[in-house]
T-cell receptor
Framework: QKEVEQDPGPLSVPEGAIVSLNCTYS??????FMWYRQYSRKGPELLMY????GNKEDGRFTAQVDKSSKYISLFIRDSQPSDSATYLC????????????FGKGITLSVRP | DAGITQSPRHKVTETGTPVTLRCHQT?????MYWYRQDPGHGLRLIHY???????DKGEVSDGYSVSRSKTEDFLLTLESATSSQTSVYFC?????????????FGDGTRLSIL
């Protein structure tokens, strides 16, 4: 079992839809959770960063972490064509020099 | 955008030749990382640095070496490039400490080895 599993996609939704992107993980030592957005031919861009269970909201984006179930989600409300990108989850433990472990990413397409 | 510049942005070279990729940051961050990104594998860590002259291996370090002689520059070298090293290479930086800051990425170098 890989440490981080992410729904493979791709995912296509109409404009205005609510999008749910999910990752599960097996390492209970993971304490910090991130979502990155990557546009074509660009580097990953940090979208959300959280270190506790619960929800964190930023505009149309909500990151949800459930450490008891080892499950994280990213919700996008009122999705826009500009949200079309690849979304990567990433996580790490709290130790010094600890590494990020990434999901493989899911490509989202929002149709006008 | 985090001040990260990768050079070159694109490179085509032949098997067996040496290749050096450069990552330059203007943020004075302590940590720097090199990743490769391949379809079906996602982002994989090659090497990282936690200070000047301090480096360590990641999960896919075979065939790669790195050097960091000053805070702002982190070099990735393929001593003798192979076709399996065709990939997109990303540099990342972070200012990790007690606050465990996240990593920020450059825009990548597309490397093709023929």
């Amino acid at each position: 079992q890989k440490e981080v599993e992410q729904d493979p996609g791709p995912l296509s939704v109409p404009e205005g839809a609510i999008v749910s992107l999910n990752c599960t993980y097996s390492n209970s030592a993971f304490q910090y959770f991130m979502w990155y957005r990557q546009y074509s031919r660009k580097g990953p861009e940090l979208l959300m960063y959280t270190y506790s269970s619960g929800n964190k909201e930023d505009g149309r984006f909500t990151a949800q972490v459930d450490k008891s179930s080892k499950y994280i989600s990213l919700f996008i409300r009122d999705s826009q064509p500009s949200d079309s990108a690849t979304y990567l989850c990433a996580m790490r433990n709290s130790g010094a020099n600890s590494k990020l472990t990434f999901g493989k990413g899911i490509t989202l397409s929002v149709r006008p | 955008d985090a001040g990260i510049t990768q050079s070159p942005r694109h490179k085509v070279t032949e098997t067996g030749t040496p290749v050096t990729l450069r990552c330059h940051q203007t943020e004075n961050h302590r940590y720097m990382y090199w990743y490769r990104q391949d379809p079906g594998h996602g982002l994989r860590l090659i090497h990282y640095s936690y200070g000047v002259k301090d480096t360590d291996k990641g999960e896919v370090s075979d065939g790669y070496s790195v050097s960091r002689s000053k805070t702002e520059d982190f070099l990735l070298t393929l001593e003798s490039a192979t076709s399996s090293q065709t990939s997109v290479y990303f540099c990342a930086i972070s200012d990790e400490g007690a606050s465990n800051q996240p990593q920020h990425f450059g825009d990548g170098t597309r490397l093709s080895i023929l």
